[in-house]
């Protein structure tokens, strides 16, 4: 009996030994994943504050760049935020982070959605024709900043901090992210005194004496508004009036303007476009659309016009 006894309480200890071993081994595996995450979104954190850094730098004094260097610069930055959040979408993430990696995702959304728009955005606001609805753009984006930070600082490092306090874990804090360096670039005036110092903010650095601008759509008698379907009605047909402003410094001939909806594209021209003023081409739509219908309307680009982001609207006409 003594030595069953014994054999059984050596198996006991030895069962014992087995459990804690394991659960060691699981724990510690636990711990090198959450260390591993941890690890793995400060580098990406970090990386995110030198091209946040880099980029206000440069708006805040860009030197001697020209339009075309600085606007290069802006897109890369773009870029570059891009890549980031889809590094932030891959990390592998350990059950016990998925809340704040939700958190932390939808931070890096705002993030390079707000420089996507700013790169989109900026030639425009470096031109005369537009520039001050693009700059006000480009300060509503930092509003977007502003919020990444919020949720980065006071939702996510907590999170994970906390994660990692829980499980013994204190050397893998993450670091501050303060993307937004100064409150002052929510101020469109801010942003235009900036954009000003770019190769002087002249509009001939980005578009020489040449430019048009998309200055309206009328159809039958209805102006047409972006984001806002427009009904009319089309038993005599359907007539496109497309409004065309001269921006440039030079008087324009030949200036094309296309109309293309249900797969069909129609043009129009121009004859001649005298600076400053407004031309208007006539496009009916043959054949006629009916129902729900899109139309998106291009003015091509004159000779020497390099900014055109001023030229196509896209619009949703309900044709009864």
């Not at 932030?88 to 931070?107: F, H, K, R, W, Y």
């Not at 110092?197 to 102006?223: D, K, P, R, Y």
């Not at 359907?238 to 094309?256: I, P």
């Not at 900014?307 to 006409?317: A, H, K």
Request: glycine letters at 8%.
């Amino acid at each position: 009996m003594l030595r069953r006894a014994l054999a059984l309480g050596g198996g006991l200890l030895l069962l014992v030994l087995i459990v804690l071993g394991v659960k060691g081994c699981l724990d510690a595996r636990a711990n090198r994943e959450l260390s591993d995450y941890a690890r793995n979104v400060t580098q990406i954190v970090e990386e995110t504050q030198q091209t946040s850094k880099s980029f206000f730098a440069k708006l805040e004094d860009p030197g001697n760049a020209s339009v075309t260097d600085f606007t290069d610069q802006v897109n890369a930055s773009a870029s570059a935020m891009d890549a980031y959040a889809t590094r932030i979408d891959e990390v592998d993430t350990p059950g016990d982070m998925s809340d704040a990696q939700g958190n932390l995702e939808l931070s890096y959304e705002l993030r390079a959605n707000a420089f996507d728009e700013i790169a989109a955005k900026m030639s425009t606001a470096l031109a005369d024709a537009g520039a001050e609805k693009a700059t006000e753009g480009i300060a509503k984006q930092m509003q977007k900043l502003l919020a990444s930070d919020v949720v980065y600082e006071q939702v996510v490092r907590p999170e994970v901090d906390s994660v990692l306090a829980s499980n013994g874990i204190s050397d893998s804090d993450l670091p501050d992210s303060t993307v937004l360096p100064d409150e002052k670039w929510l101020e469109a005036s801010t942003v235009s005194d900036a954009l000003a110092a770019v190769s002087g903010g002249s509009t001939s650095s980005v578009s020489g004496v040449h430019g048009s601008e998309l200055s309206g759509v009328i159809v039958n008698g209805t102006e047409l508004v972006e984001g806002a379907p427009s009904t009319i009605a089309g038993e005599e047909g359907v007539e496109v009036e497309v409004q065309v402003l001269n921006v440039g410094e030079s008087t324009e001939s030949g200036v094309t303007v296309a109309v293309t909806y249900e797969g069909n594209t129609v043009k129009e021209e121009i004859d001649e476009l005298p600076v400053g003023e407004t031309g208007t081409a006539l496009i009916p739509l043959t054949p006629p659309p009916s129902g729900e219908v899109t139309l998106e309307v291009e003015v091509e680009a004159v000779a020497g016009e390099n900014v055109t982001e001023n030229n196509e609207g896209v619009f949703s006409l309900i044709v009864e």
